[in-house]
């Protein structure tokens, strides 16, 4: 929880604390992404509405052990593609939600030809967790409820994608935050 007027949940109303696991993202013919999805509510009273913040901490990346490097590139903060959706809930007053540039598609449902990372970043409209390394405003939107209770809120669908390539056997893992705030 975040204060009074504001709450950040998971879809089943308990603390935001979720793990994304690619699991193995052995390389093959692959020329689309493997895509993974969380799900999380918002809550806010405010007059002047929310906005969402999100930030990436550096990726941490742990060498496998005993496993023989066959050349393949370090997997990196860009060859993550961040994208999210918005619905409103029944119960949630009328209004709008805007999701900022770069972050309004389905990195899962991007093609990959050549079998390497397709992302090209936020300003081209496909957002990767290297457009996070800074805070920034990933969705904002008008007053969601009087009130906080199940049927006030908007609901977000976070995915993530990459495409299995040659990358450096390792295991790696990202924190983002999620910071929600009054609108203005």
């Known amino acids: 929880m975040l204060g009074q007027n504001r709450m950040i949940t998971n879809a089943a109303n308990g603390t935001l604390a979720n793990?994304?696991?690619?699991?193995?993202?052995?390389?093959?013919a692959n020329t689309?992404?493997?895509p993974l999805q969380t799900q999380f509510r918002l809550w806010s009273r405010n007059r002047c509405g929310?906005?969402?913040d999100a930030q990436c901490?550096?990726?941490?990346?742990t060498p496998?052990?005993?496993?023989?490097?066959?050349?393949?590139?370090?997997?990196?903060?860009s060859d993550v593609g961040i994208g999210i959706a918005v619905a409103r809930?029944?119960?949630?007053?009328?209004?709008t939600d805007s999701i900022q540039t770069g972050f309004n598609y389905n990195p899962g449902s991007v093609a990959?030809?050549?079998g390497v990372t397709p992302y090209t970043g936020r300003a081209s409209g496909q957002a990767?967790?290297?457009?996070?390394?800074?805070?920034?405003?990933?969705?904002?939107g008008s007053q969601i409820g009087t009130a906080t209770d199940d049927s006030r809120y908007v609901a977000v669908t976070m995915t993530l994608g990459v495409v299995p390539q040659y990358f450096t056997p390792s295991t790696f893992s990202a924190l983002i935050t999620l910071t929600i705030a009054n609108g203005l």
Do not use: C, E, K
């Not at 901490?57 to 990346?61: E, G, H, I, N, Y």
């Open 89 to 95: 809930g029944s119960g949630a007053m009328p209004g």
């Open 57 to 61: 901490s550096a990726l941490t990346v």
């Open 32 to 34: 689309t992404a493997v």
């Open 112 to 114: 990959a030809p050549g």
């Open 19 to 28: 793990v994304v696991s690619f699991g193995s993202l052995a390389p093959g």
């Open 128 to 140: 990767t967790l290297a457009d996070l390394t800074l805070s920034r405003t990933i969705l904002s």
């Open 64 to 77: 496998n052990p005993g496993v023989t490097d066959q050349g393949g590139s370090r997997i990196a903060l």
């Open 50 to 52: 929310y906005h969402l």
